[in-house]
């Protein structure tokens, strides 16, 4: 019997961020008729041991290496039957009734192709999921500091923090922490493009259903915790790198050479604002966490070069 919600977690070094999302998900999982599959990307804290004698239900995938996100997304979506699959971080908790009301939802809503609920921070604050595209324009709003302003609400236009998603909204990106996908949409657009290693895919996908034709919708149907960057914090700056590499590959796909040269440009030019300044404040104060920062930032500086991204992302 085919299963209506297929549950993907794809996990990389996160064992008990990983068993405590399990917990979760079985714990609300209720009379829905879904699977879990669980890819592992190389572990080597002990996860699969974990998986193995805690949850013997789950679907396991063990990759002998980190693959990426998207390319293990796509190897259990390939695995999966449901009707709808539902892309969840590691690092989540998901809070009863948020899994029923969002495929009830779904079931009404036969247009939406993408669908994301609200998501916490671990503090229980609102985090700012589901967003504009990382467009230039959008991009030069964010490198500036433009957003920051009060007024006018145009420069709110990508990450969109006066919104406290409280309502329903059409957005042009679904987070991928927390990303509902009908397999009805991902057979007319594809699988996620595996050239994107660990950023950019979802937003890439994101772009794809849209230009398809497909809503994608923020739904405040229930909650779940977002911890954040449990896997990205281990890469220290190669995270910006792969992030600013992403968001080139982004523009260079969408947009052409032109478009990608300039993203490139835009980022190299806030990642030496931000070297800049903390090496001063780092001069003015002395402290570490300064030192640390304009560290940082120097190294993502110096090896910008990598970062411009026709072909695939960045790999760890």
């Not at 190389?42 to 980190?66: A, C, H, Q, Y």
């Not at 006066?162 to 657009?189: F, H, I, K, P, T």
Request: with cysteine; proline share 2%; aromatic share 10%.
């Amino acid at each position: 019997m085919s299963a209506v919600l297929s549950i993907i977690i794809v996990n990389w070094n996160t064992r008990e961020l990983l068993q405590d999302c399990l917990t979760s998900v079985y714990t609300t999982v209720g009379a829905i008729n879904a699977e879990v599959i669980v890819v592992d990307n190389g572990s080597t804290d002990g996860s699969i041991e974990m998986l193995l004698s805690r949850f013997p239900d789950v679907l396991l995938v063990r990759n002998k290496r980190n693959r990426g996100f998207a390319a293990a997304n796509n190897q259990a979506i390939k695995l999966s039957n449901g009707k709808y699959h539902l892309l969840l971080n590691s690092d989540t908790i998901v809070h009863e009734g948020v899994l029923e009301q969002s495929l009830r939802y779904m079931e009404h809503h036969p247009s939406v192709g993408v669908m994301g609920c609200r998501v916490l921070n671990t503090d229980g604050t609102v985090q700012l999921s589901c967003s504009g595209f990382p467009s230039l324009l959008n991009l030069a709003i964010l490198m500036t500091g433009l957003w920051k302003l009060g007024w006018p609400v145009f420069f709110d236009r990508y990450q969109m923090r006066r919104w406290d998603r409280s309502d329903e909204r059409d957005v042009e990106v679904v987070s991928g922490c927390y990303m509902l996908v009908r397999a009805q949409a991902v057979n007319e657009v594809g699988l996620l493009d595996e050239d994107f290693f660990f950023f950019g895919e979802e937003t890439d996908w994101c772009r794809r259903f849209q230009n398809a034709g497909w809503g994608l919708r923020f739904v405040p149907v229930g909650d779940i915790t977002h911890h954040g960057g449990a896997s990205a914090k281990k890469l220290n700056y190669k995270r910006d790198l792969m992030l600013t590499s992403a968001t080139v590959r982004l523009h260079f796909k969408h947009g052409g050479r032109a478009a990608g040269a300039v993203a490139w440009l835009l980022l190299l030019g806030f990642n030496t604002s931000r070297a800049l300044f903390w090496t001063i404040v780092a001069l003015l104060t002395g402290n570490c966490i300064s030192k640390e920062r304009r560290n940082h930032f120097w190294q993502v500086v110096r090896h910008h070069g990598q970062a411009w991204s026709t072909g695939r992302t960045l790999q760890l």
